[in-house]
């Protein structure tokens, strides 16, 4: 309905009767159109009774008055639906909101502010209650309008602001081909393993079988079963680390050789690398660990031919074709007849050098024919078997194939030591 004057429009009216003296508003009855008052005067009003606009809900405005019995008047007030400007006005505040978000975070918080459960479109809502029949469903259509609206935008910056990061990552993280790359190291064998990996494919080019053992032994298998009693003198040059209850650090990989003879039948063809110890102190030629690797063959028919043949190949397998090999007499407990091998030097070519120590060959291990009584102790008949052991120190094979003046260089792992062997 027009109003009477321009941009006003009334909806409907009610008469309030205003005590002048308790300040008490009292709604009569909805009457229809009625004149407009200047603005001046509503201002006017307003200023005489100012607690009217809290009485009536906050949805009203003064729109005309008269005297009524004296000491109380009667103001003609205008509906105004304030729920509508208000939804407006979110929709409008949540806009230019909008405009200035930057992050994600910020966007997650606007949202909160708006349509969370305690927000200001919520607030709104939780209102509704207090409008008339005629009214909900309009308002409703409009605060679904608001809130879909709020959530496309937030929706839409949203996925603006994804895409402004996913570019600035890509830029972060953009890799310059032109450049050169890093340079990334290379690792290797440890010499010792490096060695140890020949030995074992040239024993294994023989027929020999890989065998492990303990390290932690009992001194039957270490000593006893080996021809050496606990009153031999042989002990002491073995003498090793003793855990307790008979229990010691083995002193020599030759223990595994009596464990196999024991659980297999001849004919027998093996070899036992592994970490040995002994209470020996540290120096340039000894350490209290150190490799051993020792070979065991049992058959029938086997002399010390089949041993000198065996080593042989095998010292020019590993130095090369041009060296020669010397075989010594010496002793072992658990060999006999027991021999030395030399290889010449490799430093000198045998003229003599400090390498040497001037006699132009190096000792590399030992070896001999298997004791009978040991093998006795295994349960092979020594008068229808035979065979021959040896024993090779890693350590000391590894030093001088590769020339190296100190033990103690193979277990300090410097890398600026081990990467020479690198391949």
């Known amino acids: 309905m027009d109003g009477g004057q321009p941009g006003v429009?009334?909806?409907?009216?009610?008469?309030?009767?205003?005590?002048?003296?308790?300040?008490?508003?009292?709604?009569?009855?909805?009457l229809g159109r009625l004149t407009p008052l200047s603005v001046e005067r509503v201002f006017a009003l307003l200023r005489i009774c100012p607690f009217l606009g809290k009485n009536l809900g906050g949805t009203a405005e003064v729109f005309g008055f008269r005297p009524f019995f004296g000491t109380e008047v009667l103001f003609f007030v205008k509906g105004r639906n304030i729920m509508k400007e208000q939804l407006k006005a979110i929709s409008e505040k949540a806009t230019n909101a909008l405009k200035n978000v930057t992050a994600q975070s910020e966007l997650e918080e606007l949202r909160v502010a708006f349509l969370g459960k305690k927000g200001e479109l919520t607030g709104i809502l939780k209102q509704m209650g207090k409008l008339s029949a005629e009214e909900r469903p309009a308002m409703g259509q409009l605060a679904n309008t608001v809130r879909s609206d709020i959530e496309a935008k937030i929706a839409e910056k949203s996925a603006a602001i994804k895409k402004i990061e996913q570019a600035k990552k890509l830029e972060k993280e953009t890799i310059d081909v032109t450049l050169p790359g890093k340079k990334s190291e290379k690792g290797g064998l440890h010499p010792l393993n490096t060695v140890l990996k020949d030995m074992i494919n040239i024993f294994q080019s023989m027929g020999f079988d890989v065998v492990d053992g303990p390290e932690v032994e009992t001194e039957y298998y270490n000593f006893e079963a080996l021809n050496v009693p606990a009153d031999h003198p042989a002990r002491d040059m073995q003498d090793t680390f003793y855990v307790g209850d008979g229990l010691i650090l083995r002193s020599q990989t030759s223990a595994t050789q009596i464990r196999t003879m024991e659980n297999r039948k001849p004919p027998i063809r093996m070899i036992c690398p592994g970490r040995v110890y002994r209470a020996d102190d540290v120096d340039a030629t000894h350490s209290p660990v150190f490799h051993q690797i020792e070979g065991l063959v049992v058959d029938k028919g086997i002399t010390m031919c089949d041993l000198k043949g065996t080593l042989e190949q095998f010292a020019k397998e590993i130095y090369g074709s041009d060296t020669k090999v010397k075989f010594r007499p010496s002793f072992f407990p658990f060999t006999e007849p027991s021999v030395e091998v030399?290889?010449?030097?490799?430093?000198?070519?045998?003229?003599?050098?400090?390498?040497?120590?001037?006699?132009g060959w190096i000792e590399i291990l030992g070896a001999g024919m298997v004791h009978p009584r040991v093998l006795e102790r295994c349960g092979i008949d020594p008068e229808e078997y035979s065979g021959f052991a040896f024993g090779i120190g890693l350590d000391r094979l590894t030093t001088t194939r590769y020339k190296i003046s100190d033990i103690r260089l193979l277990f300090e792992n410097d890398v600026r030591f081990l990467s020479q062997f690198d391949d």
């Not at 409907?12 to 009292?26: P, Y």
């Not at 290889?343 to 001037?358: A, F």
Request: hydrophobic letters at 30%; charged letters at 30%; one cysteine or more.
């Open 9 to 30: 429009t009334v909806l409907w009216f009610r008469v309030c009767r205003i005590s002048l003296r308790s300040g008490r508003a009292e709604t009569f009855s909805r």
């Open 342 to 359: 030399d290889v010449s030097c490799s430093e000198c070519g045998g003229k003599g050098c400090r390498v040497c120590k001037g006699s």
